[in-house]
């Protein structure tokens, strides 16, 4: 379930979530990969709730399950995201997980590459099981790749780094 953080995130959009009992087992425990396919998800979610999704609504409903799955599965290795959505709530959640071993991040272009660079760099520099890194569709400057190249200098675990426009 969604904590209290995480349900803040969906207030604005006045999303009610339901005070059910616990699930009968922990669902994130088998999750083992997040990927572009949770947009979807998300979207035809709410399309069987009978409302159009507006994009904020969708990177929020995104980010708070991201920061869920993070947080509470023990399994997850793998995770995609959308730089959109890559806020420094779902770094927070990133850098306290222990398990997860590669990242792809994608479509990282001027609006939201600083801070998608800061929580990479944090990242990178506290993680210790992190050996895969795919940065696709990427627009970055001098100052940005020299941020990053230092911190990949840093660390000893990374063996998969792929650069792709």
Known sequence: MLNAEK??????????LPNHPKPLFKYTSYITSVNCYLSEGVRNWYRNESHYILQELEYAVEGSLICMFL???KNLKFLSLNVIIC????FKNLNGNTVVISVDLYNINSGFKYKVIDGLVKFLNKNSTLTSLNLRL???GYEEVKILLEALYENTVLNSLNLDE
């Open 138 to 140: 990427i627009q970055l």
């Open 71 to 73: 947080r509470t599965s």
């Open 87 to 90: 806020n420094q709530i779902i």
């Open 7 to 16: 349900q803040a995130l969906l207030i604005p959009f006045k999303i009610v």
